[in-house]
């Protein structure tokens, strides 16, 4: 072998080496300044941590790739005849890789979910952990957790739960018909109300709504609004507020009740 042709290759990966090793290099530096900045302005979502560092990583390792190619091959000409034979061949191969990853980056770039937050994905139900490019992390409700797709998480309706700190939550109630409706609707607006943890402002205020003729109740349907954390145990407060209130002031919460008439 050539030995000049020899020195000539083992400083060519030499300086593939020093550039792969500089291009992780630089993406740290940028990785860690954006960082830096988000935690000063608070413009950039420091949830998105893990998914930025992916994002930096493959610009930069991709821009290292096309130097690397550059430097390893003078005469580009059949490197790139040689691909874009070779890439027909690899395009079909990875097309679902590709989409999810295309779709991973709409994701990210639209900032259609966030990381720890509570959403309903395609009827899945959970808590996203992370947003990577091809999948999205989460761990559902009751225990399990599920790697969804890009591509789905994209083209799927997506619910968010908690979009601000505070959500409106109900509890259905029915009375006896011989009921004074006037009090019950006083009585439901005082229990309500009355519950410490209720969230209110000029646009969000309890609202006490009939709901219908039922088999053996008049039926209501008590609306209101309540902080994130307070949102399950609410319902259970409120009931028990009701239920002494109806007690106390002689109003019946009716059930089902079945007569049974034996002939002889």
């Known amino acids: 072998m050539d030995f000049n042709l020899l020195i000539d290759w083992v400083v060519r990966i030499g300086i593939s080496i020093i550039v792969f090793i500089i291009a992780k290099i630089i993406g740290k ?36 790739v096309f130097i690397i190619i550059s430097v390893l091959f003078k005469d580009l000409a059949p490197v790139l005849a040689g691909l874009g034979v070779s890439g027909i061949i690899i395009g079909l191969a ?27 994905i395609n009827g899945t139900s959970g808590v996203v952990k992370e947003i990577k490019l091809n999948h999205v992390h989460m761990n559902t409700f009751d225990g399990k957790s599920i790697n969804m797709p890009s591509k789905v998480v994209w ?51 309890p609202v006490i709504l009939f709901t219908g003729f039922g088999a053996s109740s008049i039926d209501f349907s008590v609306k209101y609004w309540v902080e994130k954390d307070k949102f399950l145990g609410s319902q259970f407060e409120i ?18 009740q079945l007569d049974v008439y034996i002939k002889k």
């Open 29 to 64: 530096i940028i990785y860690k300044s954006i960082l830096k900045v988000s935690e000063k302005t608070e413009k950039i979502n420091l949830q998105y941590k893990n998914t930025m560092k992916t994002l930096i990583n493959l610009a930069m390792y991709s821009l290292a």
């Open 239 to 256: 009931a028990k507020i009701i239920k002494n209130e109806f007690d106390s002031n002689g109003i019946e919460i009716p059930f089902n």
């Open 155 to 205: 083209g799927s309706t997506i619910v968010h739960f908690w979009p601000q700190g505070f959500r409106r939550n109900e509890i259905n109630v029915g009375v006896a018909y011989n009921s004074d409706l006037q009090k019950v609707l006083e009585l439901l607006n005082k229990a309500v109300n009355s519950y410490p943890e209720l969230y209110k402002d000029e646009n969000h205020n």
């Open 94 to 120: 990875v097309k679902e890789p590709l989409e999810n990853m295309i779709c991973g980056i709409l994701i990210m770039v639209n900032k259609l979910i966030v990381e720890e937050e509570a959403v309903d």
